[in-house]
C-alpha cells in the first residue's frame, strides 16, 4: 500500500503564501477615477439615469452583469466590497431587489455611503388578475406589488429627481451641472412619453399580449392598454397551464397578429403560443433584462423604449 | 375547460408524445438502472448536465447547438461513473455522488464567471413539457428507437447481467460493452429529459415507475412492461390534470407516478390481509 | 486420444497486491471428473473464476476445448454452477422459467426448459421469482440453468454446502450420471475432501499453489502427502468412503 504523506507544515506554509498573493491584488487599485463620484446601480434603467445625470463627474457601473435575472440575483461577496467603497448607491426598492437590505445592512456603518430608493414617493400597482378572466373566481391574497415602475415615463422622471438630489447632497460642487442634466433628460422622457401617446391612438388592437414576466402594467396603465402576462412578476415559476390556455383564447378571440415575448426569458413559450395560434412574435424590453449583445450595442433607456414603440405600434397595429 | 378543448391543442398533443416517449425511455433504462442500485445515476446525470451546459455557454457556443455540445462531457461524466463502480473501490452511488456534485459546483462557479446565472442555463434546469417543439420530438423518437432495439437486441444478455454479473460473464457475455452502451444511453436519455421536460423529471421518470413495477414481483419482461404502462400513464393523466387543476404539468406527473407507487404497495399490503 | 477442455500455463492471480494463485498449470481432460479440494481460501474459485474469464490473471495462458480463452465462443458448452449469486435480493423480478431459459441462447426450446424444470423438480416453481424461493431451490433452478444448454464441461463451485441430504445426493447423481453415460466432463470444488473420495477420479488440491495434481489412488498412495496431511487425515479422506466410482 503506498500513500504518499505530504507534510503537512508544507500545506500550511502553501496556504499563507496563496492569501497573501490574493490579498495583495486590493491594495493596487490607486485610480484617477476615484476623484469622481462612485455610483453603483443595481438595473440597468438606473445605471443610465445616473450617467445621464452624472456625466463625466460621475462613475457609474452596474451592479448586475448583463443577461442577470435581477428578480432571483444572487450577491457575490465581491458585490458587497465594491458597493461599500462607492458614495451611491442606487436601487429602486424593496420589492423589486429583495436583497437590496443585505447590502444596506452591511454597509450601515459606512459613513460615506448613501443608499438611495430611487422608488420612493412613487405609487406600485399591484399585479391583478388579468381583467378579462372569468375562470379566477377567488383573487389571490398575496397581491404582489408590480415594482416595474420606470416604464411609466413619469415615474422615470421622479426618479431622475430623486437621483438627482441625492448627487447633489454627496457633491453639492457639481449641482448645477446635475440639475442641467436631469432637466434636458426629463425634457426627453417628457417628449418620449407624449411620442408614445400620439403613436398608440387608434390601434386595431389594445391589448399587449404578452408572453414574458410581468412587467408592463405601468406602461399599459399610462397609455390606456390593457395588459395580459402568462408569468408572474419574477417569471420564478412555470405559467399556470390554464393561464397559457387564456392567452391563447386571448389571441383568438382579438385575431391578434402579433405577440410579445421578451429577451432573457426561454423564448420556448412564446413560441408555442405562436405555433398554437399562427400569431407572429414581437421583442419588447422591459428596460432591466438586457442581454450581452445588447450593452455591446451600447444602448441606452430612450433607445430600448424607441425599439419597444416600435414593436408596439407593428403589434397592435396602429396607424 | 373540457378535456377535449385541452386535447384540441396542438402544444398539448405534442406534449403528450413527447411525454410518452420520454416515458417510455426512462421507464425501460430505469429497471437496469435501479436493480443494479443507480437509482440516483438520473438525479447525478442531470447535475452533471448542469455543469456542462454552463462549461458550454461560457465557451460562446450559440443557444442551438448548446444540448449538441454538452452531450460529450455528459456521456464522458457517466462512463467516469461506470470505471468508478467497476474499480470496486468506490460504490455507485458514491461514484454518482462525486461527479454530481462535481457537475453543480462547476455549473455554480462557471456561471458566476460568465457573469450571472444565464437563462439559457436556467432553462436546461427547468424544462417544461408544454413547450416541447417539433426537433424534441424527433430526438425522443430516434433515442426511443435506440434503446428499444437496444433491450430487444440484447435482452438475454441484459438479463443475464443484471441477474448476476459474474455469471453472464461466465457465460462469455462482454459485460463492460454491454454496461458501456447502457451508460452512455441514460446520459442521452438524461440530457434529452432535462431539456425537454426538467431536471425533477429526470430522475423521477427513472426511479419511480419500475420501483412499482417492480412491487408486483412478476417476471423480468412482465416488470419491463410494467414499467412502461405506469410511467406513459402517469404522463397521459399528469397533462391532462395539470390543465384541468391548473397545476404545473411536471410536477403533476411526478406525483402521480408517487401516487401510483403507494397505491401498488397498499394493495399488496392489504391483499393477504383480506384472504 | 482424449481432448484437453481446459489447460492452463503458469496461471498467476493478484487480488489487491496479494498472490491468491501462483503459477498454476495443469489441465482437464474430456470426460475427467475432477475434484479441486483445498483450505478456505486457497484460491479453488478463484481458479474456475479465472478459467472462465470473469477474472483476469496477472500472467499465464488458459486454454478452453483447446482455444485461447480470449478467442473461445462456444460458451454453451460450459455449464457452471456457482457457489452463491452476488446479491440476489428476494424480489428480484426474475422467474424460474426465465432464469432457466438463460442457459440456453437467444432461441429457447420451451420443451427443453420443460424438461429441466422437471428434472430438477421445480416445474411447480417457474412462475415463481428466484428470490423468493429456499437456497435448495435456488440452486436446483440455477443447475437446471447450467444442464439447459446440454454443456460438455460441468463445473460446480462448493454446490452442496447448507443443502439438505436429498438435494445433495440428487446433485452429485445427477454429475454422475452425466460424466458416466455422456462423457460430460465435471470439475467439483469442495472443501469436503469425502466428497471427492466418493465422486472424482481426479483430484487437484490446491493452496495458492498446487500441491497435488493426479488420480485419486496416486494421492491416497503418496508418502508426500502422507506427510503432508498426516497420515490420520490422509487416512480419513482415502478410506471413509465407499467408493461408488469406477
Redesign the interface.
Known amino acids: 500500500m503506498q500513500t504518499s504523506k505530504v507534510p503537512l507544515k508544507y500545506f500550511i506554509f502553501l496556504l499563507i503564501l496563496l492569501s497573501f498573493i490574493f490579498s495583495c491584488r486590493d491594495s493596487r487599485e490607486a485610480n484617477p477615477e476615484d476623484k469622481k463620484l462612485q455610483v453603483i446601480a443595481t438595473i440597468f434603467p438606473l445605471y443610465d439615469l445616473a450617467r445621464q445625470i452624472g456625466g463625466d463627474k460621475v462613475k457609474v457601473s452596474m451592479l448586475l452583469p448583463p443577461a442577470t435575472d435581477a428578480h432571483n440575483y444572487e450577491l457575490k461577496p465581491d458585490d458587497i466590497i465594491r458597493i461599500s467603497k462607492a458614495d451611491l448607491f442606487l436601487y429602486i426598492n424593496m420589492e423589486m431587489e429583495h436583497w437590496a437590505y443585505k447590502i444596506i445592512q452591511t454597509t450601515s456603518s459606512n459613513p460615506r455611503l448613501l443608499p438611495v430608493e430611487t422608488g420612493n414617493g412613487i405609487t406600485m400597482l399591484t399585479v391583478s388578475e388579468n381583467d378579462e378572466d372569468e375562470d379566477h373566481h377567488d383573487h389571490h391574497s398575496a397581491s404582489r406589488f408590480d415594482p416595474h415602475i420606470w416604464l411609466d415615463f413619469t415615474n422615470t422622471q421622479k426618479m431622475a429627481d430623486t437621483i438627482t438630489a441625492a448627487m447633489i447632497k454627496v457633491d453639492s460642487r457639481h449641482s448645477d451641472y446635475y440639475l442641467k442634466n436631469a432637466a434636458e433628460y426629463k425634457n426627453k422622457l417628457a417628449d418620449l412619453d407624449n411620442k408614445y401617446r400620439m403613436e398608440l391612438t387608434g390601434c386595431k388592437s389594445r391589448t399587449i399580449l404578452h408572453a414574458g414576466h410581468w412587467a408592463f402594467a405601468y406602461l399599459a396603465n399610462r397609455y390606456g392598454l390593457k395588459y395580459y402576462s402568462v408569468y408572474n412578476v419574477s417569471a420564478d415559476s412555470e405559467p399556470e397551464p390554464q393561464k397559457i390556455v387564456a392567452l391563447i383564447s386571448q389571441i383568438r378571440k382579438t385575431k391578434a397578429a402579433n405577440i410579445y415575448y421578451e429577451d432573457l426569458i426561454n423564448p420556448r413559450l412564446a413560441e408555442t403560443i405562436a405555433k398554437e395560434t399562427g400569431a407572429g412574435l414581437l421583442k419588447l424590453n422591459n428596460g432591466h433584462a438586457i442581454s450581452k449583445e445588447e450593452m455591446s450595442r451600447s444602448v441606452s433607456f430612450l433607445s430600448l423604449m424607441e425599439e419597444n414603440l416600435v414593436s408596439l405600434k407593428k403589434g397592435l397595429q396602429c396607424r | 375547460m373540457s378535456l377535449i378543448e385541452v386535447l384540441s391543442f396542438t402544444f398539448v398533443q405534442r406534449a403528450l408524445l413527447a411525454g410518452i416517449l420520454i416515458a417510455a425511455i426512462a421507464a425501460i433504462l430505469g429497471i437496469f438502472l435501479v436493480l443494479r442500485r443507480l437509482s440516483l445515476i438520473g438525479d447525478g446525470l442531470a447535475h452533471i448536465t448542469f455543469g456542462s451546459v454552463a462549461v458550454v455557454l461560457l465557451a460562446g457556443i450559440s443557444p442551438f447547438y448548446v444540448t449538441i455540445s454538452a452531450l460529450p462531457l455528459v456521456m464522458l461524466a457517466s462512463l467516469a461513473i461506470f470505471k468508478l463502480t467497476s474499480s470496486k473501490k468506490i460504490h455507485g452511488d458514491a461514484a454518482i455522488g462525486i461527479l454530481s456534485s462535481a457537475g453543480i459546483a462547476a455549473g455554480i462557479v462557471l456561471a458566476s464567471l460568465s457573469g450571472g446565472y444565464n437563462v439559457d442555463l436556467f432553462s436546461y434546469l427547468f424544462g417544461n413539457i408544454l413547450t416541447v417543439n417539433q426537433t424534441e420530438i424527433m430526438l425522443s423518437l430516434i433515442i426511443f428507437a435506440a434503446v428499444l432495439c437496444y433491450v430487444l437486441f440484447f435482452y438475454h444478455d441484459l438479463f443475464a447481467v443484471t441477474f448476476d454479473e459474474e455469471l453472464a460473464r461466465s457465460m462469455g457475455i462482454k459485460t463492460k460493452k454491454l454496461n458501456i452502451l447502457l451508460f452512455l444511453l441514460t446520459a442521452i436519455a438524461a440530457v434529452l429529459t432535462m431539456k425537454i421536460a426538467g431536471i425533477m423529471m429526470v430522475s423521477a421518470m427513472l426511479i419511480l415507475p419500475p420501483l412499482t413495477a417492480l412491487q408486483l414481483s412478476i417476471s423480468f419482461r412482465k416488470t419491463i412492461i410494467a414499467s412502461v404502462i405506469f410511467s406513459t400513464l402517469s404522463v397521459i393523466f399528469g397533462i391532462i390534470a395539470s390543465f384541468l387543476l391548473n397545476l404545473p404539468a411536471g410536477g403533476t406527473i411526478v406525483i402521480l407516478n408517487i401516487l401510483f407507487l403507494l397505491i401498488i404497495f397498499g394493495v399488496k399490503k392489504i391483499l393477504p390481509a383480506l384472504r | 486420444m482424449p481432448v484437453n477442455i481446459i489447460r492452463t500455463e503458469n496461471l498467476t492471480f493478484c487480488y489487491n497486491?496479494i498472490e491468491v494463485l501462483q503459477d498454476i498449470s495443469f489441465n482437464v481432460r474430456q470426460g475427467d471428473y475432477l475434484g479441486v479440494a483445498g483450505p478456505n481460501g486457497s484460491g479453488k474459485s478463484t481458479l474456475i473464476?479465472n478459467i472462465?474469464?470473469?477474472l483476469e490473471p496477472r500472467q499465464g495462458n488458459i486454454y478452453l476445448f483447446g482455444q485461447p480463452l480470449s478467442a473461445?465462443?462456444q460458451?454453451s458448452k460450459?455449464g457452471?454452477l456457482?457457489q452463491r449469486?452476488?446479491s440476489?435480493h428476494s424480489?428480484?423480478?426474475?422467474?424460474v422459467?426465465?432464469?432457466v431459459q438463460?442457459g440456453v441462447?437467444?432461441k429457447g426450446d420451451s420443451r427443453e426448459i420443460k424438461r429441466m424444470l422437471q428434472l430438477m423438480d421445480i416445474e411447480h416453481l417457474s412462475?415463481r421469482?428466484?428470490g423468493?424461493l429456499s437456497y435448495g431451490e435456488q440452486q436446483r433452478a440455477m443447475l437446471a440453468r447450467a444442464l439447459a444448454s446440454k454443456p460438455e464441461l460441468l463445473i460446480f463451485d462448493e454446490p452442496t454446502t447448507a443443502l439438505d441430504p436429498q438435494t445433495r445426493e440428487n446433485f452429485y447423481s445427477i454429475a454422475q450420471e452425466l460424466n458416466r453415460q455422456q462423457g460430460t466432463t465435471v470439475i467439483l470444488i469442495t472443501h469436503d475432501t469425502g466428497v471427492i473420495g466418493n465422486y472424482a477420479r481426479y483430484l487437484l488440491y490446491l493452496d495458492k499453489k498446487i500441491v497435488f495434481s493426479g488420480t485419486f489412488e496416486n494421492f491416497c498412495s503418496s508418502p508426500e502427502m502422507a506427510g503432508f496431511f498426516g497420515p490420520v487425515s490422509q487416512h480419513i479422506i482415502c478410506h471413509q468412503h465407499d467408493r461408488r466410482n469406477i
Open positions: 497486491g473464476k472462465l474469464g470473469i473461445f465462443r460458451w460450459i457452471y456457482p449469486l452476488a440476489l424480489h428480484f423480478p426474475g422467474t422459467r426465465e432464469i438463460l441462447d437467444r412462475s421469482l428466484i423468493e
